[in-house]
């Protein structure tokens, strides 16, 4: 099993070239930054963890400047988002942004993205998209990206993404970035089962067919959903988000499910500095050492 490692990236912590040397020098295989461009300060949107919304959520710098940093200062750590809100960016310059940031990177990113859980976030955006619509126009931007880094000469027309035939580029390396969709509620998963290339749940959020909590058999389930769809269930790795600490009896629990890894966390999303996060690094590090074997 391996592991990755999500930082909040404010620009008042850990640099992101900095920690992306650390975790490939540590043994982990992937660095995740997530994303928010701003946080409405009405906050009519209710932390989905409940309670006040942690500082980390209002510094996040940009997730593909960041990245990129973290790709020039390590040769084969894969940088992934976790998660681009894809629905808040141009679509033509979120296609040319994560085209170029894979080939400079040599094929390495790892396209993590979401549709959000702040309505007035994605109202300043994208006031045309109803938040209620916001998995459709997700759908639908993701074809919109497919057509964009795999066609030549490319062309899309849909409700609410559309360019007219044009030459976009750069490609990225393997004529797409693979996707993974980070949903862990039941409508989120059976899109990430339809048409996701990986899929990159948070175990806490993480629900079974009956709509209750369940790890285990929420995989289990997403996998029967894949199958349903018509596709390989080996085919769509699955990357479990931990927030929590990993202790020993939850790695168990987790080992032989057959993921791909899991993306570990500091002790919160607070904003914290590079002594902070160092300190973390060393206790989650003989973790990796051990179960990653």
Same mark, same amino acid.
């Given at each position: 099993?391996?592991?990755?490692?999500?930082?909040?990236?404010?620009?008042?912590?850990?640099?992101?070239?900095?920690?992306?040397?650390?975790?490939?020098?540590?043994?982990?295989?992937?660095?995740?930054?997530?994303?928010?461009?701003?946080?409405?300060?009405?906050? !009519?949107?209710?932390?989905?963890?409940?309670?006040? !919304?942690?500082?980390?959520?209002?510094?996040?710098?940009?997730?593909?400047?960041?990245?990129?940093?973290?790709?020039?200062?390590?040769?084969?750590?894969?940088?992934?988002?976790?998660?681009? !809100?894809?629905?808040?960016?141009?679509?033509?310059?979120?296609?040319?942004?994560?085209?170029?940031?894979?080939?400079?990177?040599?094929?390495? !990113?790892?396209?993590?993205?979401?549709?959000?859980?702040?309505?007035?976030?994605?109202?300043?955006?994208?006031?045309?998209?109803?938040?209620?619509?916001?998995?459709?126009?997700m759908r639908e931007r993701v074809a919109a990206l497919r057509a964009a880094w795999g066609q030549e000469e490319a062309a899309f027309e849909g409700t609410w993404d559309r360019f007219s035939p044009s030459w976009v580029n750069p490609k990225p390396t393997r004529g797409y970035v693979p996707i993974a969709l980070g949903n862990s509620f039941p409508l989120g998963i059976r899109h990430a089962a339809q048409y996701a290339d990986h899929w990159s749940p948070i175990d806490a959020h993480l629900v079974n067919e009956d709509g209750e909590p369940d790890v285990v058999g929420g995989i289990a389930w997403f996998r029967s959903l894949v199958a349903e769809f018509g596709r390989d269930p080996d085919s769509v790795p699955i990357t479990l988000w931990m927030f929590r600490r990993p202790e020993p009896r939850r790695l168990e629990r987790y080992a032989p499910l057959g993921l791909e890894r899991l993306v570990l966390s500091g002790s919160s999303a607070t904003l914290e500095d590079e002594a902070t996060t160092l300190r973390t690094l060393d206790e989650l590090t003989p973790v990796v050492h051990a179960w990653r074997e």
């Open positions: 099993m391996r592991f990755g490692y999500v930082s909040m990236n404010s620009a008042s912590g850990i640099r992101p070239d900095v920690v992306a040397r650390e975790l490939e020098e540590r043994g982990f295989d992937s660095f995740w930054v997530p994303e928010h461009s701003h946080i409405p300060v009405s906050r !009519l949107s209710p932390f989905p963890n409940g309670g006040d !919304l942690p500082s980390g959520y209002l510094h996040m710098m940009g997730p593909f400047v960041s990245l990129t940093a973290a790709a020039m200062a390590t040769t084969d750590l894969i940088v992934a988002t976790g998660v681009c !809100l894809l629905l808040e960016h141009d679509l033509l310059d979120l296609a040319c942004q994560t085209a170029t940031l894979d080939v400079l990177s040599g094929g390495r !990113l790892l396209l993590g993205v979401g549709v959000g859980w702040n309505r007035e976030e994605l109202e300043n955006h994208r006031p045309d998209i109803p938040f209620n619509k916001r998995y459709a126009a």
